[in-house]
């Protein structure tokens, strides 16, 4: 590559994943809005570097969504719910600069994971997009469903309900078959149904500032060292395979148009916590608990390049923009996108490179000045967080509505906490309600009502056998649990 | 400059947004054209890209501005509230019909001024290159002996309405199935879960020029000139042909002489050499209707569609 | 009356409300065999089911466990509370139309401040200004998220 295109490539990498890190960690705005507001500036770029600039920013917000995931328990993009888990557990024992050292260094193993499967193999992995039908995407919603088995810590009961209230918000909108308006009550608002990331930061963030205001006579904040700090030589061998775990599932989810990142953060957490060694640690500020999911999410952000560049299909809501950049720029992603332009997808190539490089450098320098600040008096930091979130979820769709909408469900949220239902049940209902209902329906259409379909399609029929084994342990393990309390009980 | 002018532009059409009805001080110089496609989406590139051209060829300064929400009824109430000044224009697609029809949204197509088309996108029906299927014959004669499978982008859409209406023409029952956005369908029939496709050939365009997907028909009432081979579904002894459209519309009360304007640009746009490369590539038809016709057409195209929409019982 | 019964009894309503949604939705010729109502009546059910066994378990255990939580003293207290918290939100949505998204945010930012800490000092309103001028900045200008501009507008 000439020296000049290397010139350009490098501070459009910079540029792009300062600008999704700040995008990613704004509550609300998503990582293809961040993308999108950016995409008008690059049309006057060169198309290689404006490419580059628009994958950058999605690298900078996949990293981005974790930091107020563990600052302020609020996931910034819908695939940092999962590490919300274990990040704030960990700031609230003081070891916020920890966490946020892991998520980083984890986001960087898994994009440079991510990268290294992208130019290797991106043409022939294209295929694997092909293997997943209607059937496919089903029995992997379901997958995803499974994991509220996990998640639901105290009560497997309370949990479900929680999923299935997550998957009754799911069904607003309009009917993905008919194409009939259901429960939107004629306002053309909840036509396109209520976007997950809204409900997230309702639940998660309204729902903590109206549980904390309620909160009376408040403890002192733990002392917090205002560094991030990088994770020592034990903590790194313990977070290897759970980064392994995420870089894998990541790698995979990416691939397959509809996945996105949120399904494979929640799915690397659970199989971490399942090859654990310390699954007791999980829920209650574990590392593992946070390289997992960001290691996941951080892949996705790169190899969700194979599904464009070998076939011309996104992948996600970011990679839409990411293809609209491209076709901007007059160039047409898909397997001739190889031939005609090989120079831009080498420039891409290098340009994931130096945001991947860059993201550590970024994040090591934002890091320290995002911990001073939510380490600042409790109103103080509350009126902030209250005033980020009615100035982000605006930008969702430039809507109050919106905004009123996040403040249900911060209602909702704090009712939650009320009853001690686990709230991440409901998130994922709503982040899979949607592919779930809209491919099993579409796959008996296809089979003519047979529901033998999903056993006969070789994809779907693995997905759904994963998930009913990991169903009954967990049944298993909660039901053994309730009749050792039950013993106890007895005995006392 | 340029971007203090372009920023107090957007504010102020904002302000129009939240119905403050506010006067621009130079009502010709920024014409902001407003689309409900997010950026990157179909209607924003097509904007972004005639943009340079429109400016080169007709003068003027304009600027695109994404208005999203509730599937272009936003964008359609930002227009249709706006001070009738030739300042802000809407840029048409069937979808803000359907978004009429199928909710009850504040404003509606019938309170937005069709100004003129600019183009037709071609809708192609297809299958994969690797599959048994030669013909559109081919497609039909197995939806009759055995089941069909038949795919269109959305589910309340112009694509389903041509499958839809195909099936009745040809007298088949296959199963049709509905995506969400034309690459999630692209897929299943790339790997044969589909027989058939329909979309707007930019969406495939990719894929064909791979020549991993074979043409059927085109869905219009002639053939495309990239591809002079491929018979229209009327030649093939359908009668079907639909035309998805992009143009412009504004609010009610245009005055006569910014129509006039508009009128007189677009064909000179549409002969313009560099335009019409990019327009070409793009796999757009170039389809210029005046005003007078255009409003026709709009009511056509809705009463059309409002009586697919109710025969099927998707609205009351 | 605890809380998984009172959780159970919402549920139970909820799911009652919703069935009564999902029951009402209409036919379509273009509907497929589960149709648009399918999924919503089997969650409406199974969230009844989940609702149910809830209620009867926290009926049966209720006089052998001890309750694990106690409410909060004063538990009249935090509910109030909380309402003024959510006042404060929806002032906003009704006010950031007419004085413009500067204003409201400053004003935002007091409000949440003085409510949560019971005074206003000098910092405390220079510390509101300044960041909702910050805010104008990060998601304004930076960003590019027209925001609405208020009344403002108007005026120039």
């Known amino acids: 590559m000439d020296p000049a295109t290397l010139l350009a490539i490098v501070p459009a990498a910079f540029g792009g994943v300062i600008w999704g890190i700040v995008g990613g960690a704004l509550p609300g705005i998503s990582p293809s809005i961040t993308m999108a507001l ?161 409900v997230m930061v309702g639940l998660f963030a309204v729902g903590e500032l109206l549980a904390q205001s309620g909160e009376t006579g408040w403890g002192q904040t733990v002392a917090e060292r205002a560094r991030i700090r990088f994770p020592g030589p034990a903590v790194w061998r313990r977070i290897a395979l759970p980064q392994a775990i995420g870089s894998v599932i990541g790698a995979f989810e990416g691939m397959m148009p509809g996945g996105g990142g949120a399904v494979s953060s929640f799915l690397a957490y659970n199989e971490a916590r399942r090859w654990s060694r310390r699954k007791d640690e999980f829920g209650r500020g574990s590392p593992e608990g946070i390289a997992a999911p960001e290691a996941a999410n951080n892949t996705v952000a790169c190899t969700s390049l194979v599904p464009i560049l070998g076939l011309g299909i996104p992948s996600s809501n970011s990679s839409a923009v990411l293809l609209g950049g491209f076709l901007l720029h007059g160039l047409i992603p898909g397997p001739m996108l190889f031939v005609s332009h090989s120079d831009v997808v080498t420039g891409l190539f290098a340009g994931l490179l130096a945001a991947n490089i860059a ?134 | 400059m ?16 939240v119905g403050c009805g506010a006067a621009t001080t130079e009502p010709r110089r920024v014409v902001t054209l407003v689309t409900h496609s997010s950026p990157g989406g179909g209607s924003d590139v097509f904007l972004r890209e005639m943009i340079p051209h429109l400016t080169r060829v007709i003068g003027g300064t304009f600027i695109v501005q994404n208005i999203q929400g509730g599937s272009g009824a936003k964008a359609m109430a930002a227009v249709a509230h706006a001070r009738p000044e030739g300042a802000l224009f809407y840029a048409t697609t069937p979808t803000f019909i359907y978004t009429s029809l199928l909710s009850d949204p504040s404003a509606r197509y019938t309170d937005l001024e069709p100004v003129v088309n600019l183009f037709f996108d071609p809708e192609v029906l297809y299958t994969a290159a690797d599959s048994t299927f030669a013909t559109l014959a081919d497609v039909l004669a197995h939806a009759r002996t055995g089941r069909g499978r038949w795919g269109a982008a959305n589910p309340a859409s112009l694509e389903r309405q041509v499958m839809e209406r195909l099936k ?50 085109v869905v219009g009432d002639d053939r495309l000139p990239q591809f002079p081979d491929v018979p229209t579904v009327k030649e093939q002894g359908i009668d079907l042909a639909v035309r998805k459209f992009r143009g412009l519309a504004g609010p009610k009360g245009l005055p006569a002489d910014v129509i006039a304007a508009w009128e007189a640009a677009i064909p000179k746009l549409l002969d313009d050499p560099a335009y019409r490369k990019l327009y070409t590539d793009n796999s757009l038809q170039p389809g210029f209707m005046p005003h007078a016709e255009y409003v026709t057409f709009m009511r056509e195209f809705g009463a059309e569609t409002e009586a697919f929409l109710k025969q099927s019982g998707v609205i009351q | 009356m605890n809380r998984d019964l009172a959780f159970g009894l919402l549920g139970a309503a909820l799911a009652a409300g919703y069935y009564r949604l999902a029951a009402s939705i209409p036919q ?47 538990s009249q207290h935090p509910a109030v509370r909380v309402v003024g918290m959510l006042a404060i939100g929806a002032a906003y949505i009704a006010l950031v139309p007419w004085l413009g998204y500067v204003v409201t945010v400053a004003g935002l930012l007091l409000a949440v401040t003085w409510y949560l800490s019971g005074v206003v000092t000098r910092t405390i309103v220079l510390v509101a200004a300044s960041g909702a001028v910050v805010f104008w900045l990060l998601f304004v200008r930076l960003l590019g998220i027209p925001h609405p501009p208020g009344f403002w507008a108007r005026l120039f």
């Open chain 2, 168 to 217: 009745q023409a040809a007298g088949v029952s296959p199963a049709i199935t509905t995506f969400e956005g034309g690459g999630d369908m692209l897929i299943n029939v790339l790997n044969h879960t589909l027989d058939m496709g329909v979309g707007e050939l930019q969406e495939i365009r990719a894929q064909l020029d791979a020549g991993r997907l074979r043409l059927l028909g």
């Open chain 3, 28 to 74: 379509s010729a273009l509907a497929d065999g589960v149709g648009p109502r399918g999924l919503p009546i089997a969650y409406a059910v199974v969230l009844l089911g989940l609702s149910l066994i809830l209620i009867g378990r926290s009926v049966r255990t209720r006089n052998r466990e001890p309750r694990t939580r106690n409410a909060e003293p004063g």
């Open chain 1, 38 to 198: 950016l995409l008008p500036l690059t049309y006057g770029m060169d198309p290689t570097a404006a490419i580059v600039m628009l994958a950058g920013t999605y690298v900078g917000a996949e990293y981005g969504g974790s930091i107020p995931a563990i600052l302020i328990r609020t996931p910034g993009t819908n695939a940092a719910a999962a590490t919300v888990v274990d990040g704030y557990a960990m700031k609230e024992q003081g070891r916020a600069g920890e966490a946020l050292g892991i998520s980083l260094y984890s986001g960087f193993i898994g994009g440079l994971f991510g990268l290294g499967v992208v130019v290797l193999l991106a043409e022939p992995l294209s295929t694997v997009a092909l293997a997943f039908t209607p059937q496919a995407y089903f029995a992997l919603g379901v997958l995803g469903l499974s994991v509220i088995a996990s998640l639901a810590r105290e009560s497997l009961l309370k949990g479900l309900m929680a999923g299935v209230l997550g998957l009754m918000i799911a069904t607003i909108g309009t009917d993905p078959v008919t194409g009939l308006n259901r429960f939107t009550f004629g306002s053309a608002e909840l036509l396109s149904g209520i976007p997950p990331l809204l």
């Open chain 1, 359 to 492: 993201m550590v450098a970024v994040g090591y320098v934002m890091l320290g000045p995002c911990i001073w600040l939510v380490s600042r008096p409790r109103p103080y930091l509350m009126a902030f967080i209250y005033a980020l979130v009615v100035s982000g979820v605006y930008a969702i769709e430039t809507s109050l509505f919106q905004v009123a909408v996040a403040l249900a469900f911060g209602v909702v949220g704090y009712a939650l906490r009320y009853f001690d239902v686990p709230l991440l049940p409901m998130v994922l209902g709503v982040i899979l309600g949607f592919m779930v209902e809209s491919n099993y329906r579409r796959a008996l259409v296809l089979s003519g009502g047979d529901h033998l379909t999903f056993l006969q399609d070789p994809v779907s029929a693995g997905f759904l056998i994963v998930a009913a084994l990991f169903l009954l342990g967990s049944a298993a393990r909660h039901l053994s649990r309730a009749s050792r309390r039950l013993h106890e009980g007895a005995a006392v």
């Open chain 2, 2 to 17: 340029r971007v203090c002018r372009r920023t107090v532009v957007l504010w102020l059409v904002s302000a129009l947004t």
